[in-house]
Structure formats: structure tokens, C-alpha cells
């Protein structure tokens, strides 16, 4: 890959550079494999943008560095708050006033996942410094591969609302207790207060960021309509600057564009045509930090003896995230039955693991390598079998709009009318 880019760069000059040209190829032929994926496989597009920037990252595509930095990093920030703003919106605090269960349900989740996959590593003899950041990557559900998949599949019903919620939940915790937690990464000593203020800094400078973009576009609603395009790109203008705003000051900007979306659904509860103005903008945006991920978790130094360490976090974590919901289940409104298709539709690691890995990576490169070594492949794996294993769980509980092989048929003879 390195020595084609280089003959091209010998003869071709384009005015926004040589990256420009390599990431526009590769964003085209990421959609069309997506589009194909789903129109000939039944399979959520996500997978094929995956693929593509799987094979791109193990050819050697240098459009993208470990750790993230620069207009990547960024990049990356601004998709994964347009997703969590979206399900942010979607998040009503009332439900969890009405059922308290979903609330336990969450927290019972994500606190077994982090704990099973810590001793599960102790035990594997890896060291603690590395043990407790790879536990918090593993936290995180990924919401935006299962808002895709869902959109994919057109799927609606409890099962699916309960499980962009818990997602989006854990990917709260996640980001909350990452971002604290690299500040912390090289301190060999800590006490409870040492503990407690990068939280409080996290939450404190995220919340202020998310107060200051919910009031803006509680008031753009006053005098604009929900409908128009112009609303939607005063939100993707915002929420740019908020990202930026956000990480300069300390704070996450997934989590601010969250707790926003949270906070303005508070006070504009009527349903959100938002998501349907967004249009081409937030799916280029999603597609290019799906491609974006898969590209740098695929230069990892894939090696033999990690490969165990990988698989048993992977198994470890899909076994407590199904365990988890299944025990926080008792009163909280859902079957047994659906508790499972809950778990496993849960199972999506993305953009928010490659994040918190990439924060303990810039924190700590002596102990990022350790890190980087079982996070990446295990976000690579997951991103993709994510995606399947959240598609069949959809299609399995009856919540798509059309059985699966029946909407692959149709496919086949007349065409995917949303395309890539």
C-alpha cells in the first residue's frame, strides 16, 4: 500500500492534498460494499463498511495513526455525537421515574461486565495498569452500530428501544469513568479524592457543554421548525462546536452531545424529525467513523499469544452483558426471553472502545501498547460479529418490518429503495 501511494504521489497533486483523494476512494467503495452487503447478504451495512476498512488497515492504509489525534480524532468525536445526541433524544428520564428496573437492569450490566472482565484478565496474568482500562473499553455497548442496524433492518418494539437505552447507558459509564481514569493511568498512588475530582471535572465540564447546546436549540425551536433543513444544520454546526469546546475544557464531547440530547428531549418531548433532516450529512459522517475504526483497529500487531486474551475477553463479555440484563430483568416490565435477545443485541463494540482505548493509549504509551494489543482486535472482531449477532437478534424477536430472507428475496428482484 505505502509503495502505491507513493508512485501516486510522484504524478498526482490535488489541491486538498493526497489523503483527500485516498479517503474519497475509500469512503466510495466502502458504500457500495454496504449497499451490497444488505441488498445480496441481508446483512446491515455497517458490515460491509467494516470489511473495507478492515482490509484497508491490513494492507497498510496510512490515511489513519494509532493513537488518534488531529482531524481523525476528531472526526470520530463529531460522528459519535451525532449518534449519541440522536440517542440521547431517545433516552426519556421519565421511563426510568415509571420503571426504576431499567435503571438497576443498566447499572447490573455494566458493573458485572467491567468486574468479570477484570479478573478474567488478572487471571490471564495481565497486568493490573492494563486490566483496568481494557475492562472500562469493554464497558461500552456501541449505540451507533445498533442504531444502524435497526435503521437496516427497520426494526421497532421493546426489544430494540430497551436495548439502544442500555447502550447508550453504558456508554455514559464508559466515557464518564475512561476519560477519569486516563488522567489517572500513571499515578502509582491514589486516593478516593484523587479518584473522585477527574470524575467530577468529566461530568462537570460535559454537563456545563451540554446545558449551553440544549438552551440554544430549545430557543432555535422557538423561532425555527423542527422540519426544516436549516434547523438540522444549525444542529450539526452546533454540535461541532460543542465537540470542540467539550475536549478542549476537559470534558468528553460524546458525552456532552449525549447529556444534550438527553436534556433538550426534557424539554422539547414531542417526537424528533431531526433524524430523518439529517439525511446524507449524518450517514456520510456515521459511515466514515465506521471505516475510520475498523481501519486503525486493523494495524494492530496482531500476534499469537494475544490472541487467547482477546477471545476470552470477547466470550467473557458477551457471557456478563447477557447474565447482567438477565438478572436485572426480575420487575422491570420485559420476558425472560427478551432479556436474552437484549444481551446479545448489546454485544456491538465501536467507536466509543476505540476512543477510551485511544485516551489510555495518548496517556500512557508505555502501558498503551499493552492496551492497544487486546482493545484493537477486540474492537475489530466485535464491530463486525457485533452487527450480525445484534441483526439476528432483531429479526429473531420478530421486531423488523419484514421477516429476513423474505426482504432479502425482495431485494433481490427490486432493489434497496434507501441505498447506501
Known amino acids: 500500500m505505502n509503495e502505491i501511494l507513493t508512485f501516486w504521489a510522484q504524478w498526482l497533486r490535488p489541491s486538498a492534498g493526497l489523503p483527500t483523494v485516498q479517503w474519497s476512494l475509500l469512503l466510495a467503495v466502502a458504500a457500495l460494499t454496504g449497499y451490497l452487503f444488505q441488498r445480496h447478504v441481508g446483512l446491515p451495512k455497517v458490515v460491509g463498511y ?17 493513537p488518534l489525534q488531529g482531524i481523525g480524532l476528531f472526526l470520530l468525536e463529531l460522528g459519535m455525537a451525532i449518534v449519541l445526541f440522536e440517542c440521547g433524544g431517545r433516552t426519556p428520564l421519565r421511563w426510568f421515574r415509571h420503571n426504576p428496573m431499567v435503571l438497576v437492569q443498566s447499572i447490573a450490566e455494566s458493573a458485572l461486565t467491567y468486574f468479570a472482565v477484570y479478573w478474567v484478565l488478572l487471571w490471564l496474568d495481565v497486568p493490573e495498569r492494563a486490566a483496568i482500562p481494557l475492562a472500562l473499553v469493554a464497558l461500552a455497548a456501541s449505540p451507533a452500530v445498533l442504531t444502524r442496524v435497526v435503521a437496516d433492518t427497520q426494526a421497532a418494539g421493546p426489544v430494540t428501544e430497551r ?5 447508550t447507558l453504558s456508554t455514559l459509564y464508559a466515557l464518564t469513568l475512561g476519560s477519569a481514569h486516563s488522567e489517572l493511568i500513571n499515578r502509582s498512588s491514589v486516593t478516593l479524592v484523587d479518584r473522585l475530582s477527574p470524575v467530577l471535572v468529566v461530568l462537570g465540564v460535559s454537563i456545563l457543554v451540554a446545558a449551553v447546546l440544549a438552551l440554544v436549540l430549545r430557543s432555535a425551536l422557538r423561532i425555527m421548525s423542527p422540519t426544516s433543513e436549516n434547523t438540522s444544520m444549525l444542529l450539526l454546526a452546533l454540535v461541532a462546536a460543542a465537540t470542540t469546546v467539550a475536549a478542549h475544557m476537559g470534558g468528553s464531547a460524546p458525552l456532552a452531545a449525549l447529556l444534550a440530547g438527553m436534556l433538550i428531549k426534557q424539554m422539547h418531548p414531542r417526537p424528533w424529525a431531526w433524524p430523518r433532516q ?3 450529512a449524518s450517514s456520510m459522517l456515521t459511515m466514515l467513523m465506521f471505516v475510520l475504526v475498523s481501519t486503525v483497529a486493523a494495524q494492530a500487531d496482531w500476534n499469537a499469544p494475544v490472541v487467547g486474551v482477546v477471545l476470552a475477553l470477547i466470550l467473557v463479555r458477551l457471557l456478563a452483558k447477557a447474565v447482567g440484563v438477565g438478572l436485572g430483568n426480575v420487575g422491570s416490565g420485559a420476558s425472560w426471553r427478551q432479556a436474552l435477545w437484549v444481551g446479545m443485541a448489546m454485544t456491538p463494540m465501536s467507536a466509543i472502545a476505540l476512543l477510551i482505548a485511544s485516551q489510555f493509549a ?20 466485535m464491530e463486525v460479529l457485533g452487527a450480525i449477532l445484534a441483526t439476528v437478534a432483531i429479526y429473531r424477536t420478530g421486531e423488523s418490518s419484514k421477516p429476513w430472507w423474505a426482504a432479502l428475496a425482495r431485494n433481490r428482484q427490486g432493489g434497496d429503495s434507501n441505498g447506501a
Do not use: E
Open 50 to 66: 467494516s470489511l473495507v476498512g478492515t482490509v484497508a488497515g491490513l494492507a497498510g492504509f496510512s490515511g489513519a495513526v494509532w
Open 163 to 167: 436495548a439502544i437505552v442500555l447502550a
Open 362 to 381: 495518548m496517556a500512557s504509551p508505555s502501558t498503551g501498547h499493552l492496551i492497544a494489543g487486546v482493545a484493537l482486535p477486540a474492537i475489530l472482531l
Open 278 to 280: 439529517l439525511g446524507s
